[in-house]
């Protein structure tokens, strides 16, 4: 049995010295190429060891000093003061409509027709107060050819010219009373009250339907005529943030529509009092408008403020965007490489990137994040 056991241990030991052997040669034989690439996590899945770190170039991140900043949501709104109510002084029944909620109107554009008695009753008294004019005035003439001849007195001359003098004023007050109900033609006469556009705008609001009544100052105004070429941005603010926004300071503002289009406004007001449950005090800002905003659009505010504020900044190209998040790959040492999440700003000149959170000025971080994302994924 002892004779056994030692000559399987000298098949054994003959087997090793045979693979050591082997090994040897190998390694030999590979001794000119370069080491494969060995990547490891070291425990934390953010975390990287990179046995040949030299080929992923780092870049410390430098100081961007830019002006504080502040984002509020906000939607686009008429200028009040530049909003319009078209009025009927005239009751009665709308006979026929020519404009519509959304429409562009120019001054002087017929909106809508009402049929009113009003204008019917007014006509006639100015129909009679003309032939009470054109009476008046020739019972003045002849009463002064008969002060002249001697016929008559000087005191009832007086009394003809004096009627003929009430009744121009009868004339004109008629006449302005047709004018002032809607009446274009004082010679011909007609029951329909012909509402123009007082402005050119846009018509934002609309209370009449076709066969509707109106009933002059007591009813709603029939439309709501908006001059758009200046308008409102309404943002809500907290409370917290009410420091950072003065009156007459400007601010940048986006569309949701047009986010590539940048509009500039200044800021108008700031309301006094605040929202009771959003803790949120309405500013108002007020933007020249080339033709793109409409009211109701949503848009965001950025008000610049005057305190500098200091940030990172780094190549764009070392910044990844990763599963609607930014990150960069900073450099731990020995080799080692930790993800580090960041918070990206604006892009600024020469291709570098603001970087307002995660990192500070001077930290080392791999100068292109997307190759060494690639490699270490494989």
């Known amino acids: 049995m002892r004779v056994a056991v030692s000559a399987v241990l000298v098949i054994f030991g003959a087997c090793m010295l045979g693979l050591q052997g082997c ?40 100081e961007h000093v830019s002006p504080s900043e502040l984002k509020a949501t906000g939607t686009v ?10 009025v009927s002084l005239a009751t009665g029944r709308v006979v026929e409509i020519d404009a519509r909620l959304g429409d562009t109107v120019h001054k002087g554009q017929l909106l809508l027709k009402v049929q009113s008695s ?8 100015y129909r009679k107060a003309t032939a009470d004019d054109q009476l008046a005035r020739s019972q003045a003439e002849r009463a002064k050819l008969l002060y002249e001849k001697g016929a008559i007195s000087q005191n009832e001359m007086q009394i003809a010219e004096d009627a003929a003098a009430k009744a121009k004023v009868d004339l004109e007050t008629t006449a302005e009373r047709l004018r002032v109900l809607g009446a274009t033609d004082l010679n011909h006469v007609t029951g329909i009250v012909e509402i123009t556009a007082p402005i050119s705008g846009v018509i934002t609001d609309q209370e009449i339907t076709n066969a509707a009544g109106v009933q002059g100052l007591s009813s ?20 917290n943030d009410l420091a950072a926004v003065r009156l007459g300071d400007k601010a940048s503002v986006r569309l949701n529509a047009y986010p590539d289009k940048p509009f500039t406004g200044a800021v ?3 309301s006094s009092t605040l929202d009771a449950n959003l803790r949120t005090a ?13 009211p109701g659009m949503f848009a965001t505010a950025i008000f610049h403020g005057q305190k500098a504020e200091h940030f990172a900044a780094l190549p764009a190209t070392a910044v990844l965007h990763l599963h609607d998040r930014d990150w960069v790959y900073v450099s731990a040492g020995d080799k080692k490489f930790r993800r580090v999440e960041v918070r990206a700003g604006n892009m600024l ?12 000025p001077g930290q080392r971080v791999v100068a292109n994040a997307l190759e060494f994302q690639n490699t270490v994924e494989q």
């Open 118 to 125: 009003d204008i019917s009753s007014a006509f006639s008294d």
């Open 220 to 239: 709603p105004n029939p439309f709501t005529i908006s001059d758009l070429s200046y308008v409102w941005i309404l943002c809500d603010v907290y409370e």
């Open 23 to 62: 090994g040897r040669g190998a390694d030999a034989s590979d001794a000119g190429a370069p080491p494969p690439l060995k990547v490891e996590m070291a425990g934390d899945a953010n975390t990287f060891t990179v046995e040949n770190a030299g080929q992923f170039p780092l870049i410390a991140a430098v």
């Open 282 to 294: 309405k500013v108002r800002i007020e933007v020249k408008n080339p033709g793109l905003m409409r």
């Open 77 to 86: 709104n008429p200028d009040i003061s530049r909003a319009v109510p078209v």
């Open 268 to 270: 108008s007001n700031i």
């Open 349 to 360: 000149a020469g291709g570098m990137q603001e970087v307002i959170s995660g990192i500070a």
